[in-house]
């Protein structure tokens, strides 16, 4: 009698015949995909990767000593993740890796949070970022405009920080440099009765 299917694992060729319009990572086994991000989503993502890039990859400002790379491949054993941003010390990541995916745990990841992906990232990815060793996972939410800045201590993670509209940012492991929270939002704040799209 053969297994039953649905409890077949995943595998990366099944990852990479999911359709170029969607994201796709293969979590506790299964393959998992989700609609590219809406705009304000993709904004946020990529006004937080010039906040930092500027002062901890430029070294604009005297830091520098970080790269970081928008939506990384990473592989952690049977795990495949995408986070929507990702920041190694250089030290850690000297040259550019052989393959289009990265074995090596970033040293900071952050999320940005949207209704379909919300429940992956504060469940079973939360939980493999921390397995892996990523010192500091931040979870950038854009419709309530609220970022949670977690450490990793012995494998669990603990909330440090968190910033709201109209506070600055300085948190770990940049709080170096801050930046005030409402840049990363180019848009006009959603009316309270809208309900957010189940795009991401």
């Not at 010039?50 to 002062?55: I, N, R, S, V, Y």
């Not at 990859?57 to 005297?62: A, L, R, S, T």
């Not at 509209?165 to 930046?179: I, K, M, S």
Request: aromatic share 8%.
């Amino acid at each position: 009698m053969s297994a039953d299917p649905a409890l077949r694992r995943a595998t990366y060729a099944d990852l990479e015949a999911v359709p170029p319009h969607r994201v796709a990572e293969i979590i506790n086994g299964r393959l998992e995909t989700h609609p590219r991000p809406r705009p304000t989503h993709g904004a946020a993502a990529l006004r937080l990767g010039a906040k930092l890039g500027e002062p901890f990859d430029f070294g604009d400002g005297g830091h520098g000593g970080w790269i970081f790379i928008m939506e990384p491949e990473l592989h952690f054993g049977t795990d495949v993740v995408v986070p929507d941003l990702a920041g190694w010390r250089r030290e850690r990541l000297p040259v550019e890796p052989k393959t289009p995916y990265l074995e090596i745990a970033p040293d900071w990841a952050c999320e940005i949070l949207s209704p379909p992906t919300e429940r992956l990232d504060r469940g079973p990815k939360r939980r493999i970022y921390a397995d892996a060793g990523v010192g500091h996972l931040w979870l950038l939410d854009p419709t309530v405009r609220l970022l949670e800045v977690f450490g990793n201590v012995a494998g669990q993670w603990l909330l440090l920080a968190t910033a709201e509209p109209g506070e600055e940012v300085r948190a770990a492991p940049f709080d170096a440099v801050g930046f005030p929270l409402d840049a990363l939002f180019p848009f006009d704040a959603p009316s309270p009765d809208t309900k957010p799209s189940e795009e991401a």
